[in-house]
Structures are given as structure tokens and as C-alpha cells.
């Protein structure tokens, strides 16, 4: 009796947990669906529901928050200034946190902690552990979708929105989509196709069979037979994939690394072979240790052989559930057989084995996978072909749109795809890292299928680009814009009954400027030094793009010989109480003081900048100083002036922050 009282109870729990559609039978209904839990499914999510939109977040695993929870907390940038919206109030959240104005730098259970802040806030309706499998569309339209949890479920949706990495939904949804490397001939680029290049690359002379010198002794594993296909050639192959490692120093939150599962010590061979040829000083030779706060790191690639897992990838943007998984459990095994081999292996030189021997998982992060990151870095799966393809002349500034949603800046950047046999040594294929180019805008069009496509479906994570210009815009940051865009869109579309190809994107654009947090809040004012209607320059200026918060800054290099100023002056929409800050890049013998004064409008307040006093963290060029908080009147009245008085070293005036309190 007792166990039938037990069965009953647990019976109950595991209805409660089913959603209510489920239980019922009936088919789910909303205004916006949005499938792919990932940093960009919250924030398209989260904006939707401020929109005041019905809205269903669909998440096919258990994770929530993709990479930027999964252990990518060295953020990818390029430029902050293309870092918009809730994107940005994600990362002053994060400072919030550490206790900064914001902060790119930051560990797992903290970006957690803070999506769970926006899903929290919202209410959202999140469905975890239902996977697609099937889309039914009627006259161009996505009608219903099908999702499998503990039964099939229908889903049935105004608008949809896919967030996922691998853009599941966009696929069975029949719109065209690639996977791989265009030839450079396709879109006249130059940095597509097949890439061997310099950067994460072995040195000549390693040797690629088991017995050095005996091609019948086999190849090593790792590396293909292939043959190499000329430079710029396209195919089908992928970048590779790996795991974010999130380890940490401090015995008293450390678990030691232990052998893995599937553990084989000969797939790490080719690593002696090139510290043979190359001896590492530290760890940081071959793996790229960035350190997170509280005595943490985001270990990513580095080096000719390290956390990926090259060519091991490419079934799995067709893969089924079951092959993906198998896919994900195989980089696993690899990167953590790679830590224990390091730690281990007495081939290894002994001072780097007692450094990895420092080094363990995290007690308080990932605590219900095994304190292992559940998110794969699946860089690249498949892309849309959508209305407009964004290309190596975009990145580059070549060519321009009109109807931008978004921003990117970073570097064009692919990692390795193959490893081959070249002139009978080991070479890394695929790897491409170009940059020099400020923040350009990203299409609309770009996140839409083709006319007659699909009328009703957004996709801007796998959205439609070359590979080499996906290099660029892939990064969790412009993901979460994008998605803010998305469901920007995906709400006008619905109040205007049209298409998303017919959505009016200035419209868009707009209501992205003056409801940038999708809360009715006020804006903050950001004058940067290329907007002239509200930059006055007094002398000589140069002007540079190293460094820069935007597409430029102005420096002055006079050491104060000859008096100069940049004045910075806002248009306040409404008087009240903000708290002003100036961008002040890092550069080389930098002005050791810099001298600003801040007039609100009744009397000019002296401030200086002491360079010293700014610590710059993350992949980000500098930092925003805090210069005061001052009641300004509406209108053109008050002003932020820099100059280079008594400076002992180059000064920069570059871009001004208003930030209503």
C-alpha cells in the first residue's frame, strides 16, 4: 500500500512537470515561439514578452544560456560600441555583480544568475528537454510545429524564431540554408575556402606517422588522408568545435582531473611531437588560459594542437539527436583526456605536468553535469541563404546596408577545419584570422529567408552568411542584438499583418533606438567623436581607429604645446540627474592625467582622468570612466570637454556616456 501511495505521489510530480498543452492534449498556442534556449533565445524571449507578445521559449536540452553560461566568459567584442541594447545591460549586469559598471569577463554561474534575472522578470514560459521533430507549413507559413518531450506536443505560433546554434527549426522548415566553406569565387572574396595559413599551425618537420619516417606505420591519430584542395577552394568542411574548460586554482572549490572515460594517451602524441620541435615555457603554449574572476578560467584553443578537436565535427550539422550526442560525448572525452594527459603522462615535460597538477573543476559551477560545461562550442553548423548574404565585402567595409539590426567588429575568424598530410609533414587547415576594420551594420535581410520561402520565421543566430563573414558576426554579444531585433521584427510583423520580408525595418530601427531595453526606460545619450553635429574640436586632432570605442578617436600627441580641446555636448531630452563617463582607451605612453571639465549647464566642474587608476579586463580596449553624476537641463545647454592640458603624453577624446538615473 505504502509503495502504491509512493508510485501515485511521483505520478503526480511528473504531471506537474509536463506543460499544461501536454497534459491536455491540445495543441500550444502563442504569438511568438522562439526554439533554441541560447543567450539569444532568452533576450528574443525576454523581448517579445515586453512587447506584449504571448510567448513560448522552446529549449530542445537543459541548458539555458548557450555558451555565454557554458563557459565562454572571455568575451568575444571586437568593438563594444557594436554591443547594443539588452546585449549591453547584460554585460552592466554582470558588472553589477563584481561590482563594476560592466564587466566581459565573468564565470558560468554568474551569467546564469543574471538570464535567470531577465526570465524572472518576464515570466517566461520555457519548455527544457522538448526536441523538434517535425514542421508543418501551409501557403509559406509555418502553421505548427511538433516537439517530443515525454509525448509529442503541437505548437502552433504567429511567428517563430530560431535561436538554436544548429538552426534546426530554419531546416526542417524547407528554407535554404549551407554548410561548410564557399569558394572564394562565389562571393569574390579572398579568406573563404581552403585556408593554409601561418596561425595554429605546426612547424615544419613534425613528422605525421606512428613511426616517424614509416608512411605503412599509419597515420596518426587526428590526422586525415585527405588530400589538400587548392587555396580557396570551396567545401563542406567545418571549423572545429571544443568545450570552453572551466577550471580553478583554489584547492578548497577544486576537483581533482581524473582519467576520463575512453581515455587513449596516443591521440595526444602529435602534442609531444610539438613540444619536441617547440619546447612551452607554461601551460599558455598550447592552451589559451584566460583567467575569470575568483580563481577560474576560460581555456580555449591555442597553438597547432590543442582544444580542438579538428575534423572530428563535420556529420554534425545533418546529425540526428543521437548522433549529435554521441559527437558532443567524443570532444568531451578529448578535452578532458587532453588535461589528464598533460597532468600525467610522464612523457610530458615534467614542469608543465606540475602546473596542470595545480589546476582542477570547479566545485560550484556546472554542479549537475559533473562540474563539466554541457554546451559544446559548436562555432559553425549551418547558415541561412537568406534575402541578403553577408560577405567578406561587409566586414570590410566595401559594401553597406541601409536596413542594419545590428552590429558586428570582430576579426574575420575561422579556426582550423582539417588536419592533413603536406609535403610529408603535419599541417592545420582552415584557420583564418583577419581584422583592421571597424563595427558595419548587419542586414535585416539577413535574418529572413528568401521571398516565398517562409513568410513567418526569423533565424538570427544560424543567419544567412558566407563563412568567413559568419567568422566575424558569430559572437555571443551580436547574437543576443540580433535576437532583440528579431523579436522586434517578428512583434511588428504581427501588428502590421505582413510578412517578415515585408516588415518595415526603419520602424524597427526606431523602436530599437528609443526602447533599447524593451522597458520603456530612458535611453542612455552616448555622443561618440564621429558624431560632428555634437563633437566641437578646438586645434588639430588626429584621428585613429586603434583602440577606438566606435568606428574612430581623436588623439593628440602635442604634449600640451599647443591648447586643444574636443567638446562633447549631449542633447538632453528631459532635465534630470545623470551620471556621465568617458571611454578612455589604453594606449602606449598614454597621458598620465587627463584633464576634463564637465559644465551642467550652471558651472564647469574639473575632473581628471588618472590613467593609472584604469584596469582594462577582456578582450575590450579600454574602459568607461566614471566622471561624475550632475543634474543636466534639457536641450544643447551642458558639455563635456577634454583637452590636453599640461599632458605628459598622448591624449584621447573619444566618446561620452549620459546615463539618465
Known amino acids: 500500500m505504502i509503495r502504491q501511495i509512493k508510485l501515485w505521489l511521483l505520478a503526480i510530480c511528473c504531471l506537474l512537470t509536463i506543460p499544461a498543452a501536454l497534459q491536455a492534449g491540445a495543441p500550444k498556442e502563442v504569438d511568438i515561439c522562439i526554439y533554441g534556449g541560447t543567450s539569444a533565445g532568452i533576450m528574443a524571449a525576454y523581448t517579445a514578452k515586453k512587447l506584449h507578445k504571448s510567448v513560448l521559449l522552446i529549449e530542445p536540452g537543459k541548458h539555458l544560456g548557450g555558451l555565454t553560461t557554458g563557459g565562454l566568459g572571455y568575451t568575444d567584442i571586437g ?160 571549423q572545429a568545435y571544443n568545450f570552453r574548460i572551466c577550471l580553478t586554482d583554489r584547492p578548497d572549490n577544486m576537483i581533482p582531473i581524473t582519467q576520463p572515460e575512453g581515455y587513449d594517451p596516443s591521440r595526444y602524441e602529435l602534442l609531444l611531437r610539438v613540444l619536441e620541435k617547440a619546447p612551452a615555457k607554461n601551460l599558455w603554449g598550447f592552451l589559451k588560459f584566460d583567467l575569470m574572476p575568483n580563481g577560474k578560467t576560460d581555456i580555449n584553443n591555442n597553438g597547432a594542437f590543442s582544444t580542438d578537436m579538428i575534423g572530428m565535427n563535420f556529420d554534425y550539422p545533418e546529425a540526428d539527436a543521437a548522433k549529435r550526442k554521441e559527437i558532443i560525448r567524443e570532444h568531451e572525452q578529448y578535452n578532458k583526456g587532453l588535461l589528464y594527459f598533460i597532468g600525467h603522462d610522464p612523457r610530458m615535460p615534467e614542469h608543465l605536468r606540475r602546473e596542470m597538477l595545480k589546476w582542477g573543476y570547479p566545485k560550484d559551477e556546472y554542479v549537475s553535469n559533473g562540474h563539466w560545461s554541457p554546451q559544446l562550442y559548436v562555432r559553425e ?36 577545419c582539417q588536419r592533413l598530410v603536406v609535403n610529408g609533414m603535419v599541417k592545420n587547415e ?74 518595415a525595418v526603419k520602424k524597427v530601427q526606431q523602436m530599437l533606438a528609443a526602447n533599447p531595453l524593451a522597458d520603456n526606460s530612458t535611453p542612455e545619450i552616448l555622443v561618440d567623436n564621429d558624431d560632428a553635429a555634437h563633437v566641437t574640436l578646438k586645434g588639430d586632432w588626429k584621428k585613429d581607429w ?9 588623439l593628440d600627441d602635442s604634449h600640451g604645446s599647443v591648447p586643444k580641446s574636443a567638446r562633447f555636448t549631449p542633447e538632453i531630452q528631459q532635465e534630470a540627474e545623470y551620471q556621465v563617463y568617458s571611454y578612455l582607451p589604453k594606449l602606449a605612453n598614454q597621458a598620465t592625467v587627463t584633464h576634463v571639465r564637465v559644465f ?62
Open 79 to 238: 568593438n563594444k560600441y557594436a554591443i547594443t541594447g539588452l546585449a549591453r545591460d547584460f554585460y552592466r549586469r554582470i558588472g553589477t555583480h563584481y561590482g563594476k559598471f560592466e564587466q566581459w569577463i565573468f564565470e558560468p554561474h554568474v551569467a546564469s544568475q543574471t538570464f535567470d534575472g531577465y526570465i524572472q522578470n518576464a515570466k517566461l514560459e520555457i519548455w527544457s528537454d522538448h526536441r523538434l521533430t517535425s514542421v508543418r507549413k501551409e501557403n509559406g507559413y509555418i502553421r505548427e510545429i511538433t516537439v517530443e518531450g515525454a509525448s509529442p506536443v503541437v505548437v502552433r505560433a504567429r511567428m517563430f524564431i530560431d535561436c538554436s546554434y544548429e538552426g534546426d527549426l530554419m531546416a526542417k522548415a524547407g528554407v535554404s540554408y549551407t554548410v561548410g566553406r564557399e569558394a572564394n569565387s562565389q562571393y569574390n572574396e579572398t579568406y573563404n575556402g581552403v585556408q593554409l595559413r601561418e596561425k595554429h599551425q605546426f612547424p615544419d618537420g613534425i613528422d605525421p606517422y606512428k613511426i616517424p619516417g614509416k608512411p605503412e606505420s599509419g597515420l596518426l591519430w587526428g590526422i586525415s588522408p585527405a588530400p589538400l584542395a587548392a587555396q580557396g577552394a570551396g567545401d563542406k568542411c567545418v
Open 381 to 416: 553548423v549551418r547558415r541561412m541563404v537568406g534575402e541578403y548574404v553577408m560577405t567578406q565585402a561587409n566586414c570590410q567595409g566595401r559594401a553597406t546596408v541601409t536596413d542594419g539590426v545590428g552590429m558586428a567588429a570582430y576579426t574575420m575568424d575561422s579556426h582550423n
Open 430 to 503: 582552415g584557420d583564418v584570422q583577419i581584422g583592421g576594420f571597424g563595427p558595419y551594420p548587419i542586414s535585416y535581410r539577413a535574418l529572413v529567408p528568401k521571398t516565398g520561402e517562409c513568410a513567418n520565421l526569423l533565424v538570427p543566430v544560424c543567419l544567412s552568411a558566407t563563412h568567413i563573414a559568419y567568422g566575424s558576426i558569430r559572437m555571443e554579444p551580436v547574437f543576443m542584438v540580433l535576437a532583440q531585433s528579431a523579436a522586434t521584427a517578428a512583434a511588428v510583423a504581427i501588428d502590421s499583418k505582413v510578412p517578415v520580408q515585408q516588415v
Open 546 to 554: 586603434k583602440g577606438a570605442y566606435g568606428p574612430s578617436l581623436y
Open 600 to 661: 551642467d549647464g550652471k558651472q564647469v566642474n574639473p575632473v581628471k582622468i588618472e590613467t593609472h587608476a584604469i584596469k582594462v579586463e577582456g578582450q575590450t580596449s579600454g574602459e568607461w570612466v566614471l566622471l561624475g553624476s550632475y543634474r543636466l537641463p534639457k536641450g544643447k545647454k551642458a558639455y563635456v570637454e577634454i583637452s590636453n592640458e599640461q599632458a605628459d603624453g598622448p591624449v584621447v577624446a573619444d566618446a561620452l556616456l549620459f546615463i539618465a538615473r
